[in-house]
């Protein structure tokens, strides 16, 4: 996705190396009084987990989103606020976080990200996962996500989070296969 209004320079590319003041003060700010904002320091060890799925929205040469994603196992998920290893040999491609600019919000550039998220999964992965947090399960489940209640989430999460997934379209994997694939409950 490029484009924007007339005059205005917006793409979604990845994440630079210049581009992790942008993002860590955005998470900031999408984050701030609660327990989920992590720092420059983890969110940078997410990005560098899996370079080519993580992805800023620059406009006119500034970070006005981000999306960060990483291999991570099925029914599992990376710790808040911890700095990652490298990321895991997995077919599932966990959606890390997604945050887009206030002054941003409503012109589609999440829809963008997250189609941007599609493109780059659809030769590796058969799943995208999530915690949505802060009573987002309704918009993911309007998405297509599906929740999988039996995944315990620790506090850090917060209260009403919960782990969603979706089968990633274009993959050869079905919606029925994800879910006849549940494990055992995970603590």
């Known amino acids: 996705m490029s484009g924007g209004a007339a005059g205005v320079d917006a793409r979604i590319r990845p ?53 960060l994603s990483l291999p991570y196992p099925m029914f599992r998920y990376p710790a808040l606020a911890r700095s990652d290893e ?24 999440g829809g963008g990200l997250l189609a941007r998220l599609t493109a780059a999964a659809r030769p590796r992965f058969e799943h995208i996962s999530l915690v949505a ?15 999988h209640p039996r995944v315990r989430l620790p506090e850090s999460y917060g209260d009403n989070a919960v782990y969603m997934s979706i089968a990633v379209p274009g993959s050869g994997t079905s919606p029925s296969k994800e879910v006849a694939r549940f494990p055992r409950p995970v603590s």
Not at 86 to 109: C, F, K, M, T, Y
């Open 15 to 67: 994440v630079r190396d210049g581009d992790w003041p942008g993002v860590a003060a955005l998470e900031a700010a999408a984050y701030a009084g609660s327990s989920l904002t992590e720092g420059r320091a983890a969110l940078e060890s997410k990005g560098r987990a899996s370079p080519d799925t993580c992805f800023v929205l620059d406009i006119d040469g500034h970070v006005a989103g981000y999306l």
């Open 86 to 109: 490298p990321a895991h040999d997995s077919r599932n491609l966990h959606l890390h976080d997604i945050v887009v600019a206030r002054e941003q919000r409503g012109r589609g550039w």
């Open 133 to 147: 947090v802060d009573g987002m399960a309704s918009f993911w489940a309007a998405h297509g996500y599906r929740t």
